[in-house]
């Protein structure tokens, strides 16, 4: 049983971080319809920066931001992806492919890493109490 819930704990906080990020917000939504519009802020952040791209200063070192290093090429890659995926369409095929890669094959890898180390974890841990 333990096991199962250390396997689950991170599902289960993951959809309770993404509930409450889905109901902030005035007034909080159940759900979002439409991505949100802000006002261009000269102190932070805001939704114009992800709706128009953003003004500030990286606070990222170049290699990470660039349109020339790995930001950038990962865009271009999805793009790419996306056009092919979805010919003709290359709002949708990029979207897909973001969805895809950020929010299905990114974190099931992390995650099947994460019950990887457990199960080793847990052999370590009988082969240690087995030698005693």
Do not use: K
Request: proline residues 8%; hydrophobic residues 45%.
């Amino acid at each position: 049983m333990r096991s199962l819930l250390r396997a689950a704990a991170p599902l289960l906080l993951t959809a309770l971080l993404f509930v409450a990020v889905l109901r902030s917000g005035s007034p909080a939504p159940l759900w979002r319809t439409r991505i949100p519009s802000e006002p261009l802020r000269r102190d932070r952040c805001t939704w114009y920066c992800h709706n128009h791209g953003c003004p500030h200063a990286p606070a990222l070192p170049l290699f990470l931001t660039g349109d020339d290093y790995l930001f950038g090429r990962t865009v271009a890659a999805l793009h790419a992806a996306g056009s092919a995926a979805f010919p003709g369409q290359p709002g949708a095929g990029y979207g897909a492919m973001n969805l895809l890669a950020f929010c299905v094959l990114w974190p099931g890898l992390m995650y099947a890493l994460y019950l990887t180390a457990l199960r080793q974890r847990d052999r370590l841990r009988a082969l240690r109490e087995a030698g005693r």
